[in-house]
């Protein structure tokens, strides 16, 4: 699976963006799709993910009720829609996705085979 990461851009805090890692040559059918960041001098973190089974979504506790996964019925674009942003979330956020991890794992990065290019967000203050 290709993925390619979209969406990201200048915002003041408070404001909304929303990203899009699309899936090229297949679907996620049967896929976790994670969303991950990594801002400057920190190490890659996980914000939110569908889960392989029942598509399910998972959210880190620093995004919840802020961040939204969300995935379209052609299962091929899954969207992070980013709202009441804050300067700490400020980072490189990338989309990646596996056929075969458990939900228990879906924040772990190590567990994905796929991953986009990454897309810069920057929230200022």
């Known amino acids: 699976v290709q993925l390619q990461a979209s969406g990201g851009g200048l915002v003041q805090a408070g404001g909304s963006l929303r990203l899009s890692c699309v899936a090229s040559?297949?679907?996620?059918?049967?896929?976790?799709v994670g969303w991950f960041r990594q801002g400057p001098g920190k190490e890659r973190e996980f914000v939110g993910g569908i889960t392989r089974t029942h598509g399910g979504t998972i959210y880190a506790d620093s995004v919840k009720g802020r961040f939204t996964v969300q995935m379209d019925s052609a299962k091929k674009t899954v969207f992070l829609q980013m709202s009441s942003l804050k300067p700490g979330d400020t980072a490189v956020y990338y989309c990646a996705a596996d056929a075969h991890i458990v939900n228990s794992a879906i924040g772990r990065p190590e567990q994905y085979d796929y991953w986009g290019q990454g897309t810069q967000v920057t929230v200022s203050s």
């Open positions: 040559g297949r679907t996620f059918r049967s896929h976790a």
